[in-house]
């Protein structure tokens, strides 16, 4: 199954979103995370995707207490990643729900602390974040260039066992203006082992299936923040997201599984 991540990015206790990663292109969607977490489940999301800005820059204070609340929330798996860059950041995330941990400058600047998280947690609850532009990955928030190429990192990564990559092409993010096929085709036919999530660029039901196409090269889901923010989707009309102070957010709408 092709999953549709629905993503929140949490800077100042709000939900926001960034464009091509700048700071200071920011837009505020909605000032209750945990509420909008809720609405999303709500709509049928699987997965949940978070994004502690603050953190990811290291400046003021870290959303931790937000993401425990959404953890305590849900009943879907979620995962975070932004500023988590020990092991006892690990720890601790994985210790207030989150389910998987994603991995991007720490990555980049302590591999050996991939190969450990792995071996001390497993391959489904570590994940790495590789951020690029012009096939480089990106550092600290977005905001430094490491040096270092994005396949071949990804290809250590997998190395040294990580099965899941998200790939955040940072040009195309927040724009909506298609998401980087050709970096997702090279990266997925240099793997072997690791799935890939998609981030960045999607703007309408089209590139989901362009995306959804890929399985051939391990893209399994993507990351969808701006685009369901902004409504570009034609179901999201009949859904509750222009209704959202009149819905029962604690009713979400899953059946249960058919037993096989």
Not at 84 to 99: F, K, N, P, Q, S
Not at 184 to 212: E, K, M, N, P, W
């Amino acid at each position: 199954m092709f999953l549709v991540i629905p993503a929140i990015d949490l800077r100042g206790g709000r939900c926001v979103r960034l464009r091509q990663g700048k700071y200071e292109e920011e837009t505020v969607y909605y000032d209750d995370p945990v509420k909008m977490a809720k609405l999303w489940r709500v709509q049928n999301a699987k997965v949940l995707h978070v994004v502690d800005l603050d953190a990811a820059l290291g400046q003021g204070v870290n959303n931790s207490a937000i993401i425990r609340r959404i953890t305590e929330s849900l009943d879907i798996p979620v995962q975070v990643g932004g500023g988590i860059r020990t092991m006892a950041d690990i720890d601790a995330a994985l210790e207030c729900g989150v389910y998987r941990v994603i991995l991007g400058t720490s990555a980049v600047t302590n591999p050996d602390l991939v190969s450990e998280a792995v071996k001390k947690h497993g391959a489904s609850r570590i994940v790495v974040g590789i951020d690029a532009h012009n096939g480089e990955a990106k550092v600290q928030g977005w905001t430094e260039g490491s040096g270092k190429d994005a396949v071949e990192m990804a290809l250590d990564m997998e190395a040294r066992g990580c099965r899941r990559i998200v790939y955040t092409d940072i040009s195309r993010d927040g724009t909506m203006e298609g998401p980087n096929l050709d970096a997702y085709a090279r990266l997925g036919s240099a793997l072997t082992r690791c799935r890939i999530t998609a981030s960045g660029g999607v703007g309408s039901f089209h590139d989901l299936l362009a995306l959804q196409d890929m399985k051939s090269v391990g893209i399994d889901s993507v990351i969808v923040g701006r685009a369901l923010y902004e409504d570009t989707f034609p179901c999201q009309k009949t859904w509750c997201w222009n209704y959202k102070e009149q819905v029962d957010l604690d009713c979400f709408s899953s059946a249960p599984s058919r037993a096989d």
